[in-house]
């Protein structure tokens, strides 16, 4: 029952930055992890980002070094800071929970997603 919104995304030209947020709703779950995604035109989904509970982070390559992923534990709220952003990053970015309740099995919930665009 965890929903997930996105924010921040938006039209930048090469080289700028951007940072997307995601924001759960509900109370009394905890996270395993969350972590954004994303998709480009005619291609599959692929994974951009991820934290841990413990704050271990996983970067795909071709974000490294660019990208920050963060959160706020307090709120449950990640954050991926994207710097000198290219036209290959234009995608639609989604965030990704997997979250559980006391005495429960993890869950898997995504948010709607939030286009980036960046222009040449």
């Known amino acids: 029952q965890v929903q997930l919104v996105e924010s921040g995304g938006g039209l930048v030209q090469a080289g700028g930055s951007l940072r997307l947020s995601c924001a759960p709703s509900g109370s009394g779950f905890s996270i395993n992890a969350m972590g954004w995604y994303r998709q480009a035109p005619g291609k599959q989904r692929e994974l951009v980002a991820e934290?841990?509970?413990?704050?271990?982070?996983n970067y795909a390559d071709s974000a490294k070094g660019r990208f920050t992923i963060s959160r706020d534990i307090a709120k449950n709220t990640v954050y991926l800071q994207m710097n000198s952003l290219k036209p290959e990053d234009t995608a639609v970015y989604y965030c990704k929970a997997n979250y559980f309740y006391s005495g429960s099995r993890p869950f898997d919930t995504w948010g709607q997603g939030t286009l980036v665009t960046v222009s040449s």
């Open positions: 934290i841990t509970r413990g704050g271990s982070t």
